[in-house]
């Protein structure tokens, strides 16, 4: 950590403030279908950490469109971010081809066998959710950071749309490399992680009856859409 304060030119006075957040990030139980789950938990042959991905955005020289991609997430109705996400897509003012490259922070299995384990997609949010009076800051910190304020924050910076192209990565790649790949068995699901929201262990335990950890937003892959999604980038719109 002081090495990398350093490089960014950033006052050592931080170190511990910085330690106590990763100590908070490792040290949560993730929630929700990873139960008590803790990252510190995962081991180094259950994870890979800043996987880049170049993916074909076109077929036979066909563009891949806001329209396109809208008709996908009506798959799935019952899973997050499905019919009523349809129309922010269509909004969405692109048309691509070549290649969509990008980096997942973070993906892991949340069991030491590969093969009976789901594999899952972290990415980190540095995103500011507080309270503000002028230039005073009333608060920012886990009260912030309910689902109901990290949904909207998946909504407006489009974050569900990078999580759904994120996991269509993670399943090309467990496809290529995981024996006996089969999707609803080995796609776990994508996790956000809003840093400045996640709460300590002692502020978890007061809190016991939440059905969901603060600063953490989870979810189960919605199959047919990924499988859908890696259809059209790989053989064009039907």
């Known amino acids: 950590i002081k090495e990398e304060l350093d490089s960014s030119g950033i006052e050592p006075d931080y170190l511990e403030i910085v ?4 100590q908070r990030i490792i ?6 279908p990873l139960k008590q789950l803790r990252l510190r938990e995962v081991k180094s042959h259950q994870r890979l950490h800043e996987i880049g991905f170049d993916i ?18 009506r798959k799935d ?3 997050r971010f499905g019919e009523s996400y349809v129309k922010q897509i269509s909004d969405l003012n692109f048309s691509s081809k070549g290649f969509l490259t990008g980096a997942i922070d973070l ?4 069991k030491p066998n590969h093969l009976n384990a789901r594999w899952w997609v972290v990415d980190w949010k540095s995103n500011w959710i507080g309270k503000q009076s002028g230039e005073d800051v009333i608060s920012c910190g886990p009260s912030n950071y309910d689902e109901k304020t990290m949904e909207k924050q998946m909504l407006t910076h489009n974050y569900a749309l990078q999580a759904h192209l994120y996991l269509v990565a993670m399943h090309r790649l467990l496809k290529w490399r995981l024996p006996n790949y089969l999707p609803e068995k080995h796609l776990g699901g994508y996790i956000y992680f809003f840093l400045r929201g996640i ?5 978890i335990k007061k809190q016991s009856s939440r059905s969901s950890i603060p600063g953490l937003f989870i979810e189960k892959a919605p199959i047919n859409r990924v499988l859908a999604l890696n259809d059209l980038f790989t053989k064009g719109d039907p």
């Open 107 to 110: 993906i892991f299995a949340d």
């Open 27 to 32: 040290n949560i139980p993730m929630g929700g």
């Open 19 to 22: 330690q106590n957040g990763v």
């Open 56 to 73: 074909p955005l076109s077929h036979k020289g066909k563009e891949i469109t806001a329209y396109n991609l809208s008709r996908i997430f």
């Open 77 to 79: 109705p019952d899973y």
């Open 199 to 203: 709460p300590t262990e002692e502020e």
